[in-house]
């Protein structure tokens, strides 16, 4: 599973893996204390929240890899699919 964290304003990167309650908890207790004024962000995964990410197969990664593809040669967006995505707004708006 991949998890993507923003970490400066020049884009996302990859997170190595999801770890569950306990190793959350032994790395902040081996972490050093912030300093004044110093922000840390942190998230914590229950067991139940890593499991049902593992149980997550119905994702199709070669549709999802063909979407990216698609995005970096930039032939994904097209006026056509916005015209269609405009369409379908304005339809739930009516």
């Known amino acids: 599973m991949n998890v993507w964290g923003v970490f400066s304003t020049q884009g996302s ?5 999801v770890k569950g309650v306990e190793a959350a908890q032994s790395a902040a207790a081996a972490a050093p204390q ?3 004024g ?4 942190a ?3 229950s ?3 890593v499991r049902a990410a593992d149980a997550t197969a119905d994702i199709r990664f070669d549709r999802v890899n063909a979407i990216r593809a698609a995005i ?3 032939s994904y ?3 056509e699919k916005l015209d269609i995505a405009l369409d379908r707004l304005l339809d739930r708006l009516g």
């Not at 110093?38 to 962000?41: N, S």
């Open 13 to 17: 990167q990859g997170l190595n893996a």
């Open 34 to 36: 912030q300093g004044v």
């Open 38 to 41: 110093e922000v840390r962000d």
């Open 43 to 45: 998230v914590t995964l």
């Open 47 to 49: 067991v139940d929240a």
């Open 72 to 74: 970096a040669d930039g």
């Open 77 to 79: 967006d097209t006026a």
